[in-house]
Structure formats: structure tokens, C-alpha cells
């Protein structure tokens, strides 16, 4: 009845059969595109990391000084915020670690503290921009930036935490 309508398919076996055998005749095939595409994929990775290094090394660093009379009010906060989060768009296609705008806080050597932030270098005209009322921007060069890392000799570092 209805077979005589409907030829009668394969059944799981035969079909595995088949692949099995297709797959066998064109295993150098296989193989090589499988090859191409991790060689492809690896010099991607690789390419975007270097890039990533490259961004971070060109950072650019900006200081803020306020005046005395800084009282900055929640509009300026907000507005100092959105500007921030707009040098990731200003950055363009820049990888996600290099991308991020920070800020930075130092001692000053007349016991003031010293804020800053700092950014992918393309974003450079954003962060320039003063994010709050009475208060100026500056750029930082790198001798003027703040001291590395701080050792302290005799001391033992504290334990890590288990991750």
C-alpha cells in the first residue's frame, strides 16, 4: 500500500555505513580543512593579543585637578560617568581589555591626592574633555605618571586566595 508509493528508506545501519566510508575516502580532505582552521583560528588568537599589548603599552593618562572651591553635584558625577563610558565607543574596534577606561588615584608629594584616569589611546580626545564643572584635564606624560609598583623589603606577601 504504502510502500508501493514510498520507496523504502535505509535503515540506521546501512546510513552510518554510508558516512562512515564517504568520511573514509575523504579523510586527507577532512584532516587538512581541520588543519587550515585551528592554523587559521591560532594566528587570529595570536594576532589580537599582539594587538592588545600594543594598545595597552600607548595608553594615555590624564590628571585632574580640581579648583578649590570643588563641590561636584550628582549631574556632574553622572556626566563625568557617561563620558568615561564613551571612550570605549570612541576607541573603536580595540580589543576588550585595552578598551577599558580606569582611574587612578595617587599621593601627591605634598600629601594631596591626585586623581586621574586613563584610556586607549584613540579615545585620547574624549578623556581630554573635563568631566566636571571646575575642574581641569591635563595630560600625563610618562615621567610625570605615578610610581610603579611599591616593595617593601622584609615583609613577606600576603597569601593568594584559592581561585
Known sequence: MIEDVVPHGLDYGEGFHIVVNTMARH???LVSALAIGLIGWACS????????????????RFA???????????EDVSQAAARLSQSRVAAGAVPRRAAAARIWVTSEQDRRL???WEGPERAASVLSLPGYRQVEVFAVTAEQGPAGRVRLEGV???PQADR
Open 45 to 60: 588568537a595570536l594576532w589580537w593579543r599582539h594587538r592588545a599589548v600594543r594598545e595597552l603599552a600607548r595608553r594615555q
Open 64 to 74: 585632574l585637578v580640581p579648583a578649590v572651591t570643588f563641590d561636584p553635584q550628582l
Open 27 to 29: 579523510a586527507g580532505w
Open 114 to 116: 591626585g586623581y586621574g
Open 156 to 158: 613577606e606577601p600576603l
